[in-house]
């Protein structure tokens, strides 16, 4: 049984950092893709970061320069640096796991994910 635990979210003033953390069971961080979403209240999931087996990162345009997805593998857990935040990062992150491949474009489409954590709240205060 797949289980994603995600944690470390919290409130930060804008222009602040948080790691994110993504602790996998039953599934290994290495293979596939491991990505992170977000949603905001009223909005849609949106694609954040994912990095696939082969190191390969892919970041959604408004994090691009201040997130840094990037996993370990001894620990079999992903994380997610997020530098220099703003109130529009505020929402629920989820990370999210998929085993097959995926083509390029559709690997920020939460669509694509068959496994996902209950998610961690991240609120940005300006």
């Known amino acids: 049984q797949v289980q994603l635990v995600e944690s470390g979210g919290d409130s930060v003033q804008a222009g602040g950092s948080l790691r994110l953390s993504c602790a996998a069971s039953?599934?290994?961080?290495?293979?596939?893709?491991m990505a992170w979403f977000r949603q905001a209240p009223g909005k849609e999931r949106e694609g954040v970061a994912v990095?696939?087996?082969?190191?390969?990162?892919n970041y959604g345009d408004p994090v691009k320069g201040r997130f840094t997805i990037s996993q370990d593998n001894a620990k079999n857990t992903l994380y997610l640096q997020m530098n220099s935040l703003k109130p529009e990062d505020t929402a629920m992150y989820f990370c999210?796991?998929?085993?097959?491949?995926?083509?390029?474009?559709?690997?920020?489409?939460?669509?694509?994910?068959?496994?996902w954590g209950q998610g961690t709240q991240v609120t940005v205060s300006s």
């Open positions: 999210a796991a998929r085993q097959r491949y995926l083509s390029w474009w559709s690997r920020l489409s939460a669509g694509s994910y068959n496994y």
């Open positions: 039953g599934y290994t961080v290495s293979t596939g893709y």
């Open positions: 990095i696939g087996s082969d190191g390969t990162r």
